[in-house]
């Protein structure tokens, strides 16, 4: 039986860290491993902007776009199944048992 330990190492200074603090700004998501003096540090350098920010609602990832080429792949997909006697609706997506028996 094997055993994984982790230990944290702060980021600034190479000792041993006690939490990882996850934060963002600017659209970026970042985190941060330090021991408790500079976690405390942080979060009081930064309490006078958390006080007067507002929430932020999660944002949604955004959907791929279709590009021209998966298109074409499609139509050809479609093609294809259609010859081989599935039936396919004329638009949307594209039954997940015709992909594999390509």
Excluded: C, Y
Aim: proline residues 6%.
């Amino acid at each position: 039986m094997q055993r994984l330990e982790v230990q944290l190492e702060d980021d600034l200074t190479g000792g041993p860290a006690d939490e990882a603090i996850a934060f963002g700004i600017d659209g970026n998501d970042f985190e941060i491993d330090l021991n408790a003096k500079h976690a405390a540090s942080f979060r009081k350098q930064l309490a006078a902007f958390v006080d007067h920010a507002r929430p932020a609602r999660a944002r949604r990832p955004r959907a791929a776009r279709r590009t021209p080429a998966s298109r074409v792949r499609s139509r050809a997909i479609r093609a294809w199944a259609e010859q081989q006697g599935f039936e396919l609706a004329g638009r949307g997506r594209l039954p997940a048992d015709v992909i594999p028996a390509i």
